[in-house]
């Protein structure tokens, strides 16, 4: 017995024993988790003698526990569970419910942190709608649209101002369910997704209209999976933030349609000329039908690719119920609109020059404005027709052409810079200069006129030489002594050389620069033939003031920039502009421009009920013809020619651009009341008395032969002076023998019809009075000369008898071909000219003295500033003043806002 207590642990048991107390708690060794060896060895070695203790433990412990299995898990395995309950098996299902859980969970766990890693790459400004690149919207003189310029071209409308058609249209062909989704359609991507795949190409795409706008707005074109992503994130804040009504309307605000033209308003403008409200059916489908591939699909590169792609989408709107099967059928039976190859009419050649010119007049532009211009859009298409219809009927290789049109303000009514704005935008008008030729020439008679030469004055055409150059008249041939008047109407090449240089180069070019030539010019001989390139707008404005009566024309376009708002950002100061050219000299060049237009080189150019004046302009070889002329109302330019410099056929400023110019002017002047140009100059009037060629300073009164009396200048002594007084005969040169002039060299100075025979040729330019200009005669102040006359007995202005009718016409059967002159070939290299024979001696000079002159005397000297408060109450201003002179008032009524 000791023995066994000594070896044997005896373990408590939960059952009853033979006599034992149920409520005693018993453990055996069985029960727990690990037995002791010594346990496990007594175990065995009890065999059959334990076998009576061993059910009754269990059965104790299974009568125990039998309330406590209920709580087992039921999991598989041997025991099974945490009590020892048996769990089942799960089936394939339900392991691949597990992995989806999974793989759902941490799928978006990992597409969660590439959301917001590609939302944190966003530039900070993605979170701020950009403002829309501001739109110029460019207008004529009266308001009516001429264009729309800027990066989009064209303003931003609402779309309750576009047509219905259009934003039904693009949502049929690009995003159907766009009042559905909420920015990114998982329907659309899976259908486009589909299509895709059968159709074994991309052929549809899975964007919405509100991921397009996040792409054009915020994002570059890149196929990229960030920009996708990025994408769709915007997609999402701009449905947040915006209706759908706002993201259609930018949309359809921002999308490029092609050709330059971003939004609905410019895409409408460009291709049929409407505005967005506008717009058929056809043309909206025409649009929307574009978006797919702006330059592939545009209706003026493919007009059958765009017509198919229209079609699609009108089947598209049909299934989409947005028309119906009868507006469908008319549609698709409807003749296809044309759509403009570019921007096409003569107005974008205006708007082009106004964009070149806006920056300089108002810096940088941060918002839509609208810029009012001078244009006249009528003008502006009478222009373009009459240069396209002279062009296209033309057969003597005539390829371009441009014209100008300015009024006695400088404003621009009228630019055309090429036969069609489509087929070139290159502004030949203002941005191409060539050589004018004669049309230069009056800018050399104005300076001779300035200089004491008068229209009647006598000059020599005749051979001459400077250097080695030796020019010609267009017929190579030569008149003998003529009126200036007459050289003008002839242009003759000769006399126009001779009088530039009498004055000097230098002082023709400061004439050409203070009427508004901008362009350098040479200062040669070779000046008075319009060798010098000039633009066509710069040569039309010089011509201006003798259109406006001597007041300065500066060409110009714009007259007021304003937001949309109404605030002013820039206009035209409204001051008057000042007198460049004196009354007088504005009367004989508008007298002997008449001449051109009513009997010389530029009568096809002549129009009824208006007196109009001009000169033509033609070039070696006959690359370039002019004309410009002027009336009372407007000044117009024309220019014809090629691009590439040939030659036209005998086209002459005298023919074709004569023909263009009286074919606009008489359009532009139709309906308006006849106005004649300023001053009264009656060319060979009794009272005209012709002035030398030694041109003096300013006039003060005539001796009794006729001859001009200068202020501070020095009379020559012998005969009588001024008022009859005898002069000493010792001073006075040898009377000239009949029939002669007196040895002088230079322009003749001869008054038609008063001398027995005309001034002998010329044919030598020298040094100038000055001496310092080799060549030329510099502008400084010249010695008088007296105008020699045979008797004192009343001439008439021409001779019975023209002193050169014995020289023939040109083309005397028949009309002139030309119309013109051309050079007798190009100038060589000018070398040293001849030198220029002296004048002759005339005796010693005596000094007028004021004191010495009668008491009625009436003198014309400098002017003396006098102020207003000393003039007497009656006196009568005259010159430049505050408002212009009184005398031309009415011809600024409404220009000057007098």
């Known amino acids: 017995m000791a023995a066994r207590r000594k070896n044997d642990r005896i373990e408590p048991t939960f059952g009853s024993s033979r006599g034992g107390d149920e409520s005693e708690i018993r453990v055996s060794a069985d029960d727990r988790a690990v037995l002791p060896a010594s346990a496990a060895a007594n175990r065995n070695a009890r065999g059959s003698r334990g076998t009576r203790r061993e059910p009754e433990i269990e059965a104790t412990a299974t009568r125990r526990s039998s309330k406590s299995r209920d709580l087992s898990s039921g999991s598989s395995g041997g025991g099974g569970g945490f009590f020892g309950r048996r769990r089942k098996r799960r089936s394939l299902l339900g392991h691949l419910v597990r992995l989806c859980v999974l793989l759902a969970l941490w799928g978006g766990i990992a597409g969660a942190a590439v959301i917001g890693y590609f939302a944190v790459k966003l530039p900070q400004e993605a979170w701020a709608i950009p403002a829309r690149p501001p739109n110029v919207k460019i207008v004529s003189v009266s308001g009516d649209l001429l264009a729309d310029r800027g990066t989009t071209g064209g303003e931003a409308v609402a779309l309750d101002r576009m047509s219905p058609y259009l934003p039904q249209a693009v949502m049929a062909i690009e995003d159907r369910r766009f009042y559905s989704h909420w920015g990114v359609d998982p329907i659309g991507i899976v259908r486009a997704f589909s299509e895709n795949v059968a159709a074994g190409e991309t052929v549809q795409g899975g964007s919405t209209l509100t991921q397009q706008l996040a792409k054009n707005v915020f994002l570059n074109p890149d196929q990229t999976i960030q920009r996708k992503v990025q994408e769709a994130i915007l997609a999402l804040w701009l449905e947040h933030k915006f209706t759908k009504d706002q993201i259609l309307e930018m949309y359809l605000n921002r999308v490029y349609f092609g050709s330059g033209a971003t939004g609905v308003q410019a895409a409408a403008r460009r291709y049929f000329d409407k505005n967005a409200d506008e717009l058929s059916l056809v043309e909206a489908a025409t649009l929307a039908g574009v978006l797919k591939a702006p330059s592939r699909l545009s209706p003026v590169r493919d007009a059958a690719a765009a017509r198919a792609r229209a079609e699609i989408v009108l089947q598209a709107m049909e299934d989409e119920g947005f028309i119906t099967q009868a507006e469908f059928d008319a549609a698709k039976a409807a003749k296809p609109t044309k759509a403009r190859s570019f921007w096409t009419g003569p107005e974008h050649y205006a708007a082009d020059m106004v964009m070149r010119d806006l920056p300089l007049l108002v810096g940088d532009i941060k918002e839509d404005v609208v810029v009012s211009t001078t244009i006249d ?350 002069v000493p005969q010792e001073a006075l040169p040898a009377d000239p023998a009949p029939g002669s002039l007196p040895a002088d060299g230079g322009i003749a100075s001869v008054v038609p019809g008063q001398d027995d025979r005309p001034a002998e040729p010329d044919v030598g330019l020298g040094v100038g009075r000055s001496g310092v200009q080799p060549g030329y005669a510099s502008r400084g102040e010249p010695e008088p000369r007296r105008i020699f006359r045979r008797d004192d007995a009343p001439r008439d202005p021409y001779p019975a008898e023209d002193p050169y009718a014995s020289v023939p016409e040109p083309y005397a059967d028949g009309p002139d071909p030309y119309g013109d002159d051309v050079y007798g070939g190009p100038p060589p290299e000018y070398g040293e000219p001849a030198r220029m024979r002296p004048p002759a001696d005339i005796g010693p000079p005596r000094v007028v003295r004021r004191g010495d002159l009668p008491a009625d005397a009436v003198l014309e000297g400098p002017a003396r500033q006098v102020r207003q408060q000393d003039l007497p109450p009656d006196a009568v201003l005259e010159g430049p003043a505050s408002g212009g002179r009184a005398s031309d008032r009415s011809l600024f009524r409404g220009l000057f806002g007098n």
């Open 377 to 726: 859009l009528t003008l502006e298409k009478s222009a373009q027709a009459a240069i396209a219809d002279t062009i296209d009927k033309a057969t003597q290789n005539v390829s371009q052409g441009a014209l100008v049109s300015i009024d006695g303000t400088g404003a621009i009514r009228a630019i055309v810079g090429g036969r069609d704005y489509a087929t070139s935008q290159f502004n030949r008008a203002s941005e191409a200069k060539r050589q004018p030729g004669s049309a230069f020439k009056p800018f050399v008679y104005e300076t001779a006129l300035e200089y004491g030469v008068r229209p009647e004055t006598i000059v020599d055409d005749a051979p001459i030489r400077i250097g080695n150059w030796t020019p010609s008249n267009y017929d190579n041939k030569f008149r003998g002594p003529v009126t200036v008047a007459d050289a003008v109407m002839k242009s003759l090449n000769t006399v126009a050389v001779k009088l530039t240089a009498e004055v000097g180069p230098p002082a023709v070019i400061e004439t050409a620069k203070r009427m508004g030539i901008t362009s350098p010019l040479v200062d040669n001989a070779s000046l008075a033939l319009g060798t010098s390139e000039v633009s066509l707008l710069e040569l039309t404005g010089a011509y201006a003031p003798f259109a406006n009566g001597g007041y300065q024309a500066t060409p110009h376009l714009v007259n007021k920039v304003t937001t949309v708002s109404g605030r002013v950002i820039y206009e035209r100061p409204a001051e008057v502009p000042p007198i460049i050219v004196t009354s007088d000299i504005v009367g004989m060049m508008n007298a002997m421009l008449t001449r051109v237009v009513t009997s010389g080189t530029g009568r096809r150019a002549a129009f009824p009920g208006w007196q109009a004046a001009g000169k033509s302009g033609t070039t070696q070889d006959f690359k370039d013809a002019w004309f410009v002329g002027y009336t009372a109302n407007l000044t117009t330019g024309v220019w014809l020619g090629n691009d590439n410099g040939k030659p036209m056929r005998q086209v002459t400023g005298g023919t074709l651009p004569a023909d263009v110019w009286k074919t606009f002017m008489t359009a532009a002047h139709e309906g308006l009341p006849a106005m004649p140009l300023p001053g009264n100059y009656r060319i060979g009037d009794p009272g005209n008395t012709p002035v030398a060629s030694g041109y003096g300073g300013q006039i003060i009164g005539y001796d009794a032969s006729g001859n001009p009396v200068y202020e501070n200048t020095e009379l020559p002594s012998g005969g009588t002076d001024a008022y009859g007084e005898p």
